[in-house]
């Protein structure tokens, strides 16, 4: 198996291959052992781990976990809609939406969610920095009743 690089995508064995990650990182200790600084590719997380604990994805594996993720929402969307069929016919105002996001892979995976649930929401790829300055200016232009903020 090739040694473990930055940007690599990768899955822990100690944790049962749960949660796909991209390797941000690698610090070597003074032990000359490894860690790998990791980022959530599905989740917003970060942690670190053991280089030898890392298993590298094939792109088949990421596209399967991909679609496997997919699938998931999908289904819970379905799920919903079902739930909201049965229900009495009644008009249900789910707002505007206005998500600052700090991190351009989430936005873009936030604006496609969003858009698949039917939510009416408006997503801004703003660097952590510069969100305490904008978010008065696009409070006031998106008059959203609703105001997500997420960071890297």
């Known amino acids: 198996m090739r040694e473990i ?8 064995h ?14 070597k200790l003074a032990n000359k052992k490894e860690i790998a600084i ?3 590719i599905d989740v917003r997380v970060e942690a670190d781990a053991p280089i030898d604990d890392l298993k ?7 596209k399967r976990r991909e679609r496997e993720l997919e699938e998931r929402i999908i ?7 079902i739930y ?14 206005l998500h ?14 969003y858009k698949k649930m039917g939510l009416n ?17 696009l409070l006031q232009i998106c008059n959203p009743d609703i105001l997500v903020i997420t960071r890297t």
């Open 84 to 97: 909201k069929e049965n229900r009495r016919k009644e008009v249900i105002y789910t707002g505007r939406i």
């Open 75 to 81: 289904q819970k969307i379905q799920k919903e809609t």
């Open 56 to 62: 590298i994805l094939t792109k088949e594996e990421q």
């Open 5 to 12: 690089k930055k940007g690599d995508i990768v899955s822990r």
């Open 100 to 113: 600052l996001d700090g991190d351009k892979k989430y936005s873009e995976k936030s604006i496609m969610y």
């Open 121 to 137: 929401a408006i997503v801004k790829n703003v660097p952590e920095y510069r969100q305490p300055k904008v978010v008065y200016r």
């Open 14 to 27: 100690s944790y049962g291959h749960d949660i796909i990650f991209s390797v941000k990182r690698i610090i």
């Open 38 to 40: 990791l980022k959530g």
